[in-house]
């Protein structure tokens, strides 16, 4: 089967480091993005990791490891903006099928 | 701009008719995706398309059905088989699948079925 899973919720302060992990099941995929979904809204793409290591983007920086099957999204100085909810996702080889992480919403508290 | 436009944003049907989702891009993208998302849940995969006059069922296809007789257009029809249809349902399109081409999402539409 193909699934991702992720924690359903994780609370930090502002200006802390949260992380956000993602472990899979796939029969297999080329690599792991994540997605940042505010209430009501439209899932917007933050990163992409298509090998094993980290991507850095800004704030935030991905890593991958397929040996473990495992992902993370790292959300540096948090800001209250942040709060939103957080899926992993991963397209899978051979197919335009693109599969969803079942989300984990990140609260930030002042 | 280019984008993905869905409508309408809200939409109220009673039980037992049938319903039909727009979704329009003009970003050139050959796959295109619906997904459904109920409260607090992650997003399910109902139907995508590759290409024109061509679709694939996702995970969760019983109850809905698509067509794709355009690259620009891809409707989702939410049919009376369907038990639970109230949801928020998006759709999305990437540049081609597979690799680090991310989804682009449109704003969504909110069926409610009573």
């Known amino acids: ?110 | 701009d280019g984008g993905i436009t869905q409508s309408p944003k809200y939409l109220f049907r009673k039980e037992g008719q049938n319903v039909t989702l727009s979704c329009e891009q003009n970003l050139n993208h050959d796959a295109m995706y619906w997904y459904r998302q109920d409260p607090g849940q992650g997003l399910r995969l109902i139907y995508y398309s590759q290409i024109v006059n061509d679709f694939q069922k996702g995970d969760i296809a019983e109850g809905y059905s698509v067509s794709r007789e355009k690259k620009e257009s891809f409707p989702l029809t939410v049919t009376s088989a369907q038990k639970n249809p109230t949801a928020f349902y998006l759709c999305a399109s990437t540049r081609q699948g597979g690799n680090n081409s991310p989804l682009h999402f449109g704003n969504g539409t909110r069926l409610t079925v009573t």
């Not at chain 1, 935030?60 to 942040?82: A, H, I, T």
């Open chain 1, 1 to 110: 089967g193909q699934s991702l899973e992720q924690p359903s919720e994780v609370t930090a302060v502002e200006g802390a480091i949260v992380q956000i992990n993602c472990t899979y099941q796939t029969s297999g995929f080329y690599g792991l993005s994540w997605y940042q979904q505010h209430d009501g809204g439209a899932p917007t793409f933050l990163s992409y990791n298509g090998l094993d290591g980290l991507e850095e983007t800004g704030r935030f920086s991905s890593f991958l490891s397929r040996s473990d099957s495992y992902g993370y999204l790292l959300l540096q100085e948090l800001q209250m903006k942040d709060s939103a909810s957080y899926f992993c996702a991963a397209p899978i080889k051979e197919t335009y099928k693109y599969i969803f992480g079942t989300g984990t919403r990140l609260k930030v508290l002042a």
